[in-house]
């Protein structure tokens, strides 16, 4: 299974009170129901593609409403596609209707009667999340959670619930509907939290932090290969223009400063400056600071530079 479907597994079994549940089925009849009106009246179908979430639906409904409903299963032709299960409820729909607000616009969803407790706005975003939700595996490139409807009112409502629990939300137009989604890992780990999904929770962070490691042992070691490819490129600079100085002048007429750092990097040639510094006590009985070597070096490279600026004049 994936492991947004081990998250729906979980949050299946989320234990609230009659309050949340109402909240909840409003929310999953809202993404995933259709209302039929006929000569005999309203009737709701529920579709969904996840068994769990078609039983939950059925449990709910018969909790909150005392009803029975009809569960069927259609088989989906395509390669690879799951059964579809449609819950046609035909009792009490009238009530059903009224009391999940099923026609009601959706843009001002804080201020919903469903959702005046915290804990309703928390089950309200489970039910949406078993409805139409996703969520990338912690494991994956990139961390994603979202939560797909057809009402682009409705979107940007479910954007403002997770707003309101500071997720940091967006929502989005797409070919076939409108979509609110959480791109952080932590705010993802902060919904898992808030929507009981405890034991989901506990994976994906450790699945995070494996992977955060990992990439934060892959940047220093990058760092590292580009630091040492570094210090090689200038060592290799400055041993070129100490051979052009080698060759041309006497070395003994330059500076004693000089000098020394011609010796430490002839006896050093891989060395970076701060390891040049280090040895230089030992080499001569006091030691060179950092800056200073990088100026001695500066001064040889100007020097073999012109050299050779001269050389090719003539």
Do not use: W
Not at 18 to 41: F, M, P, V, Y
Not at 59 to 73: I, P
Not at 174 to 201: H, M, P, T, V
């Amino acid at each position: 299974m994936s492991f947004a479907s081990d998250v729906k597994s979980e949050l299946l079994n989320v234990k609230s009170k009659l309050c949340c549940q109402l909240a909840e089925l409003a929310a999953l009849l809202r993404i995933n129901g259709d209302l039929t009106i006929s000569s005999e009246g309203i009737r709701i179908e529920f579709h969904t593609t996840n068994i769990g979430v078609a039983r939950h639906v059925v449990e709910r409904v018969k909790q909150l409403y005392k009803v029975d409903v009809e569960l069927l299963s259609k088989k989906q032709m395509k390669l690879n596609k799951h059964d579809i299960y449609i819950i046609k409820i035909i009792h009490k729909t009238n009530t059903i209707v009224h009391e999940c607000a099923l026609m009601d616009d959706y843009e001002d969803i804080l201020k919903d009667p469903l959702l005046i407790k915290d804990c309703c706005k928390k089950a309200y975003l489970r039910g949406a999340f078993l409805a139409s939700g996703s969520i990338n595996s912690p494991r994956s490139s990139s961390y994603h959670l979202e939560i797909h409807t057809s009402d682009e009112n409705h979107a940007i409502g479910i954007m403002n619930l997770f707003n309101h629990f500071e997720l940091n939300a967006k929502y989005v137009v797409r070919k076939n509907g409108y979509i609110a989604y959480i791109k952080e890992s932590e705010r993802i780990s902060d919904f898992l939290r808030l929507s009981g999904a405890i034991n989901a929770l506990f994976t994906y962070e450790d699945e995070r932090i494996k992977r955060d490691f990992v990439n934060s042992i892959t940047r220093v070691m990058n760092m590292d290969i580009a630091n040492q490819n570094k210090t090689l490129e200038a060592a290799n600079k400055q041993l070129k223009s100490i051979s052009i100085l080698e060759n041309t002048l006497d070395i003994k007429t330059l500076n004693r400063s000089v000098q020394e750092a011609i010796e430490l990097r002839k006896a050093y040639p891989e060395s970076s400056l701060k390891e040049l510094s280090e040895y230089s006590e030992g080499l001569f009985g006091k030691p060179i600071s950092k800056s200073a070597l990088n100026h001695r070096f500066r001064n040889i490279n100007e020097l073999a530079d012109d050299i050779m600026e001269e050389m090719n004049y003539e």
